[in-house]
C-alpha cells in the first residue's frame, strides 16, 4: 500500500503541473442497495479522504480514499452502525481522525490510517450526547492534537467545552470554557500560527458574536464581544495570526446578508466588519471557509426565495483581505448541478477548492454525491514578439483555464487605444515606448481574472531591397 500511495503522489505531482480542470465527479452508487451518501472531506496534501455514509438502517460509514482528480483507490467500511453517519473528519498529518455520534448517542473517535483502513476501535469521548448539543473540530499542528469543541446543553455539564484528542485516540485535555444558563449557539474553533485557539459563539444574553482566546501557554482568555450585531450562521479560518469571521445577519425585508470582518489572536480587529454577500433574492448564509496563501474563499448557500422555501444553491465566493471580490461562482462548474448542497467544510489542494456536494433523489435511492472540484479561472495572455517595431503588426493570443467555460477575452492594449475581443487579435502602435497590455477574461458563471504583459516598441528601418 505504501507504494501505492507513493505512485498516487507522483501522478498528482505531474496533474498539478498541467491546466486544472473543474469536474463533477459521481462517487455515489444509488443505483445500488444501500447508497452511500458522501460527507466530510480531508485533504493530505497528495490525497483525499471521504466519509461516506450508508443509506441503510445502521447508517454505516465507509471510508473512500480518492486522488486529486476524485478517481477512487480504495474504499472501506470503517463504523459498522452510527447515528446520523459521519460528523467531521480530519487529517492529523500522519492518519485521519473520523468522529461519529453512535445509534444510542455516544460520542466516538475511529482512527483511520493513510491508506483508507481502520486503526483499532472507536473511542469514547467525554460528556453525553444531547439534540441540540453542537460542535466543531479542527487539527492543532502546536500542541499535535485534533480539537473537539462541544457545546453541551443539558445536564450537569452544561458549557461550552474543548477537547484536545491526541492522534492515537487519548484525551490530552478536556476542560469547560464556559458555564452558561442562556443558550450559546454556533461554536467555531480555529488555531493560529503561534498556537493561538480561537473560539467563536453566539450567546443569548450577549447580541453579536463573541471570542474566546487559549493562548500557547494554555491561558483561557475571558470572552471579548467582537461584534455587536446579532448573527445567524457563523464560518471561521484562520491565515498567520489572523482570524477570519464571515457572519450571516438579519437585515430589513425579512432578508438576510453576510458580513466580513478579521480579528487578531489579541482580539483586536484588523478589518472592520462590512458587507461581504449581498442576497440576489432572499436569503444567503456562510457554510464554510478557507484561507489560501493569496485570498480568502467562502462557500456560501444563496436562496432566492428563502430558506423556508427552497435551498437555493451553492456558491463559492473568493474576495481579499478587505473583502474586494476576486470571483463569486457557482461552486460546481456543472450548472445543472448548482443547487447541490452541502454541510461540510471544503479544502484547498494547492491547485483547486474541492468539496462534497449532494441531492436527495428519493427516500428509497437516498442521494446523488459528487466530488466538485473547482479551479480558479485563470486567463493569458501570449504575443508572437515582445519587442516591435513601430506600426509593425504584433500578435496577441488569449488562453484559458478552470473556472467555467466558455470564455470570454478582453484587451486593454496600454496606448489609449479602443479595448478589444477576441481570443486573438492583431495591433499596431504608432507611438515608441513600453506598453502594458491588460487581459481581462471572463468565464460563463461570472468569474472574472485580470493579468498583464509588457511590449516594448522601438524605432526600425525596414532593409532597402537590391
Known amino acids: ?135 466543531d473540530f479542527a487539527w492543532d499542528a502546536t500542541r499535535d492534537v485534533q480539537l473537539v469543541l462541544h457545546r453541551v446543553t443539558q445536564g450537569p455539564e452544561t458549557g461550552l467545552w474543548l477537547t484536545g484528542v491526541a492522534r492515537d485516540g487519548s484525551i490530552r485535555f478536556d476542560r469547560m470554557l464556559y458555564s452558561f444558563v442562556a443558550t450559546i449557539a454556533l461554536p467555531r474553533v480555529a488555531v493560529a500560527s503561534n498556537g493561538t485557539i480561537g473560539i467563536f459563539f453566539n450567546h443569548a444574553s450577549v447580541v453579536g458574536t463573541s471570542f474566546i482566546r487559549v493562548d500557547a501557554q494554555e491561558r483561557y482568555l475571558a470572552p471579548v464581544t467582537i461584534s455587536p450585531v446579532a448573527t445567524g450562521d457563523v464560518a471561521v479560518a484562520v491565515r498567520g495570526n489572523q482570524f477570519g469571521v464571515a457572519r450571516q445577519v438579519a437585515i430589513t425585508g425579512g432578508k438576510t446578508e453576510i458580513r466580513w470582518m478579521v480579528v487578531d489572536t489579541n482580539a483586536t480587529t484588523v478589518v472592520s466588519e462590512r458587507l461581504l454577500v449581498s442576497p440576489r433574492g432572499i436569503d444567503v448564509a456562510p457554510v464554510a471557509l478557507v484561507a489560501t496563501p493569496n485570498e480568502w474563499a467562502l462557500g456560501y448557500d444563496d436562496s432566492a426565495l428563502g430558506f423556508r422555501t427552497l435551498a437555493g444553491e451553492y456558491r463559492l465566493r473568493r474576495f481579499t483581505q478587505t473583502g474586494t471580490t476576486i470571483s463569486d461562482t457557482q461552486f460546481s462548474a456543472d450548472r445543472l ?10 479544502i484547498w489542494t494547492g491547485n483547486a477548492f474541492v468539496s462534497s456536494v449532494s441531492m436527495v ?28 517595431r513601430l506600426l509593425d503588426p504584433i500578435n496577441f493570443t488569449a488562453s484559458a483555464s478552470g473556472g467555467t467555460p466558455d470564455y470570454t477575452y478582453e484587451w486593454d492594449l496600454g496606448d489609449l487605444s479602443r479595448v478589444e475581443n477576441g481570443a486573438t487579435i492583431q495591433h499596431k502602435y504608432d507611438r515608441y515606448g513600453t506598453y502594458t497590455i491588460t487581459l481581462t477574461t471572463r468565464d460563463v458563471a461570472g468569474a472574472t481574472h485580470v493579468t498583464t504583459t509588457t511590449v516594448k516598441v522601438v524605432a526600425g528601418k525596414n532593409r532597402a531591397v537590391r
Not at 102 to 126: F, K, N, S, W
Not at 337 to 346: A, E, K, Y
Not at 362 to 387: E, F, M, N, W
Request: one cysteine or more; glycine letters at 10%; proline letters at 5%.
Open 361 to 388: 433523489i428519493s427516500a428509497a435511492q437516498g442521494s446523488d454525491s459528487y466530488l466538485v472540484r473547482h479551479c480558479p479561472l485563470i486567463g493569458r495572455p501570449s504575443t508572437d514578439k515582445s519587442v516591435v
Open 337 to 346: 448541478r448548482s443547487t447541490f448542497l452541502t454541510r461540510h467544510p471544503f
Open 1 to 135: 500500500m505504501k507504494g501505492l500511495i507513493a505512485a498516487v503522489l507522483a501522478l498528482v505531482a505531474i496533474a498539478a503541473q498541467a491546466d486544472c480542470v473543474s469536474s463533477n465527479e459521481l462517487i455515489s452508487l444509488r443505483a445500488n442497495d444501500p447508497n452511500r451518501a458522501a460527507g466530510p472531506i480531508a485533504w493530505t496534501g497528495s490525497v483525499l479522504g471521504v466519509a461516506k455514509n450508508e443509506n441503510n438502517a445502521a447508517k454505516s460509514i465507509w471510508f473512500g480514499l480518492y486522488d486529486e482528480q476524485a478517481i477512487l483507490i480504495r474504499e472501506t467500511k470503517v463504523v459498522d452502525a452510527s447515528f446520523d453517519g459521519a460528523q467531521a473528519l480530519l487529517w492529523t498529518g500522519s492518519d485521519f481522525g473520523l468522529y461519529y455520534i453512535e445509534p444510542l448517542g455516544g460520542h466516538r473517535y475511529q482512527r483511520v490510517a493513510a491508506d483508507g483502513t481502520p486503526i483499532g476501535g472507536a473511542v469514547v469521548m467525554p460528556h453525553g450526547i444531547f439534540p441540540e448539543d453542537e460542535f
